[in-house]
């Protein structure tokens, strides 16, 4: 019986929610319908655009076809499809950053806000508002553009692509939304809203860039995996504007301004951690820090293994000549004295380091702005590489063990965990909006991360890199030599 009446209980506030959503959604979209500034772009986007695609697909079939090459016409016209269904959702991005940042300029935002309308209702409503009108014109876009070509050259586009390009159009459109939503009611202008927008605007439209090399090699399965990213990205935007939206903050911020003194109190401060000596600093990092990223290391520990195993099954299809992997091979070049020389002198151990830290720096740099996810990709590859190189050996007729053995562990056992405790570091500092505790701003919680960070990256993996670096150049060839030699 409580069971039931809990389900019912979270059932109806769901409902609620949704009607209280409508509300503004339906006042939003009923207000842009009566402004001529959005609905003549719109318009036009839906029933000029289409017919000039349908006109661009006509002169490039003709065009392929008289020079006998008809098969890039038909990979051009999805392309042009999913161009006409791309176009009038970026509508939604303007009318989206335009939200909260528009209404606090017009001087109607306040009384939006002392409505009885819930927090999420209001967010969801104006989410929906911006999505309707532009999502309503992208479809009628493709409609008129199949409609054209059916009568025109007689395309008719396969089930399974028309709703990929359906998918992606809708995805899309909600993930541009999401964000512009959490920029617009972050910032205190349109004009610092549309500045913003371009870390949406440029991602999407490389991804959209990324589609059309998919669609130009047919390989239309994939597209289904950007679905589903999109979608998750979708979600983790709606969970982070729900969890920062709130009215009493929005009312009262002011004009943004850079104060580099609290910044640094506040990075400072996380940074210390409460700590007085160097001494209990770096115990603090070891019982504090470390721990609390537990679960990001395991996260990062499983994406690495499972670079090294796609590396390694694509030995199978990009399959290197045995005899430039062949340790056999290479232990009787390394018997000669000048082979095992060369193997011997290796690189300056300064410069390796160099090289580890300005990588690890640059996967920061951009896990901080894509929630960690560049950063993770980043580590996999040269993990991925080592497992790429050890399906090699085997199909060679090699030892897995010795490959790994002779080239990798001596320095690997001081490289993968820094590697690995980097990529969890990252990863805390590229969700750390999606996690602000209450009482705290963005900024505050970016930079208890982002000294979290800091702390494990000076305290752990620095002096695991310098171990690396000396291992990899003094200990791994003469290890090398001694196993391939032996």
């Not at 772009?41 to 076809?65: C, D, E, R, S």
């Not at 001087?107 to 009108?133: F, H, M, W």
């Amino acid at each position: 019986m409580v069971l039931g009446a809990g389900v019912k209980k979270s059932t109806n506030q769901v409902l609620e929610t949704i009607a209280g959503a409508w509300i503004v959604a339906r006042r939003e979209i009923r207000d842009q319908l009566r402004d001529w500034r959005i609905l003549t772009p719109i318009i036009i986007l839906t029933l000029f655009f289409p017919l000039l695609m349908n006109f661009t697909a006509q002169q490039a079939m003709g065009f392929v076809t008289r020079y006998g090459a008809p098969i890039i016409g038909d990979r051009l016209i999805p392309f042009l499809l999913l161009i006409v269904g791309f176009f009038p959702i970026s509508i939604s991005l303007v009318i989206a950053l335009e939200s909260f940042a528009g209404e606090r300029e017009r001087l109607s935002l306040e009384p939006l806000l002392a409505t009885p309308l819930t927090d999420s209702q209001l967010y969801l409503g104006k989410i929906v508002a911006s999505l309707v009108p532009p999502l309503g014109a992208s479809y009628l876009g493709i409609s008129v553009y199949l409609v054209g070509l059916v009568l025109s050259i007689g395309w008719r586009p396969p089930p399974q692509l028309l709703l990929q390009v359906l998918a992606l159009t809708t995805i899309q459109a909600i993930v541009m939304v999401s964000g512009a939503v959490v920029i617009s009611s972050l910032t205190t202008s349109v004009r610092a809203a549309n500045l913003l927008a371009s870390f949406i605007i440029i991602p999407v439209a490389e991804l959209v860039i990324g589609e059309s090399v998919i669609m130009f090699w047919a390989r239309y399965e994939i597209l289904w995996w950007i679905v589903l990213a999109l979608a998750l990205i979708a979600l983790v935007f709606g969970r982070m504007g729900l969890r920062l939206f709130n009215r009493e903050e929005l009312l009262g911020k002011e004009i943004d301004v850079i104060d580099l003194r609290w910044v640094w109190q506040q990075f400072w401060r996380a940074f210390r951690n409460g700590t007085k000596t160097p001494i209990e600093w770096y115990k603090n990092v070891l019982s504090c820090s470390l721990p609390a990223a537990r679960w990001e290391i395991l996260i990062t520990t499983g994406l690495l293994a499972a670079g090294y195993i796609i590396g390694f099954r694509l030995a199978d299809t990009f399959t290197i000549p045995k005899d430039l992997v062949n340790l056999d091979a290479l232990g009787e070049t390394l018997k000669n004295p000048e082979g095992s020389i060369v193997l011997l002198l290796g690189l300056d151990w300064k410069w390796i380091f160099y090289n580890n830290v300005r990588a690890l720096a640059l996967a920061t740099l951009l896990g901080a702005f894509s929630l960690g996810v560049l950063a993770e990709i980043l580590l996999m590859v040269p993990i991925g590489i080592i497992g790429y190189f050890a399906g090699n050996v085997v199909l060679a007729g090699g030892d897995t063990l010795q490959f790994l053995t002779a080239f990798v562990l001596p320095h690997g056992v001081f490289e993968i965990p820094a590697a690995i405790i980097t990529g969890s570091a990252i990863l805390r500092l590229g969700l750390a909006a999606l996690s602000v505790p209450k009482g705290e701003s963005l900024g505050q919680s970016w930079l208890k991360s982002l000294a979290e960070c800091a702390r494990i990256g000076i305290g752990l993996v620095l002096p695991l890199l310098i171990c690396a670096a000396v291992v990899e150049v003094y200990v791994t060839p003469r290890i090398a030599v001694w196993l391939l030699t032996g």
